[in-house]
């Protein structure tokens, strides 16, 4: 009977210490961890230590976006240097040699080029945002984690254009025989700062109305293209009139455009004040985002 017994032991690679542990796990069994999830509460309530706990999940959709965005296509990465580039040409041809718009002393192509910098990132951002929820419905239908990381995982996405977008840039400026400032290329993540910013508390908000009405996608695209010209990007803000500046501070993008112009291509003091009512009201755009996105969470799974 113990040579039976030995056998057992031997050829089902099982061991007394192994026994002793199965016993323990059935005396002692490890506790299981239960997650209850509730309404948010209060005026803005962002669970930040439940963010961090999924912080990897982010991370993963970060990749997955940059992957698809370039998957499959002939130039790849190219394509981040190639639609700005072709932008810039266009409004050079049009706007400079036909319409003759001023450039405050800067060349025409690079002038342009710095204004679209932001403008691009900006634009992508917020159109990715605000189809980020209803493109993972399905996601969303079937498990449980926190929704922020959708619109936020698709502005952190191009800022890899953005970055190969500025080497451009820096390499146009050198074509041109142009120096930056240095006080604009250190200047550039506060710049960027208020993009994201921007384009994250509009984000959060079109990604929620999104959900309910799909209009948004229809409605979105006009009016970016309507901002796009109330934005000083392929003219200098000095050609608007005096008395509708008022208008042009409303909009963060245009204050942290200009004033990007101002610092790298140092056609104009920096105007701080300007640059700080953006960095407000960029500030007051993500604290709405904030506040409608979680407002709306809990509906986001049956409406969708």
């Not at 997955?64 to 040409?89: C, E, N, S």
């Not at 493109?135 to 959708?150: A, C, D, M």
Request: glycine residues 4%.
């Amino acid at each position: 009977m113990f040579f039976r017994i030995y056998k057992i032991f031997r050829f089902t690679n099982f061991s007394l210490h192994k026994l002793y542990e199965l016993y323990n796990y059935m005396k002692h069994p490890t506790p299981t961890i239960e997650y209850t999830i509730t309404p948010p509460k209060g005026l803005i309530s962002v669970n930040l230590p439940e963010l961090w706990r999924f912080r990897e999940l982010l991370y993963i959709f970060v990749w997955r976006d940059l992957k698809v965005r370039y998957k499959q296509t002939a130039l790849g990465i190219i394509w981040a240097i190639f639609q700005p580039f072709i932008m810039m040409l266009i409004f050079t041809l049009f706007f400079s040699v036909f319409a003759k718009i001023p450039s405050d002393g800067a060349p025409y192509p690079i002038f342009v080029y710095s204004g679209l910098l932001l403008w691009n990132y900006f634009s992508h951002a917020l159109t990715s945002a605000s189809e980020s929820l209803v493109s993972n419905q399905g996601i969303i239908k079937k498990i449980y984690f926190p929704r922020l990381f959708f619109p936020i995982s698709t502005v952190i996405t191009p800022l890899i254009d953005f970055i190969f977008a500025l080497i451009v840039f820096f390499g146009l400026m050198a074509y041109f025989h142009y120096s930056p400032g240095w006080l604009g290329i250190a200047l550039i993540p506060v710049f960027l700062i208020i993009a994201i910013l921007t384009a994250t508390g509009l984000g959060l908000f079109c990604a929620s109305l999104n959900v309910k009405y799909r209009d948004v996608r229809h409605i979105l695209p006009f009016f970016i293209q309507t901002l796009f010209f109330m934005t000083p990007v392929i003219y200098p803000i000095n050609i608007i009139p005096a008395k509708y500046h008022w208008i042009v501070d409303l909009n963060p993008m245009a204050g942290t455009i200009t004033s990007m112009r101002n610092a790298i291509l140092h056609t104009a003091p920096v105007n701080w004040l300007l640059l700080g009512l953006s960095f407000v009201g960029a500030f007051l755009l993500l604290m709405f985002g904030l506040y409608y996105f979680r407002r709306t969470e809990r509906y986001f799974a049956d409406n969708i």
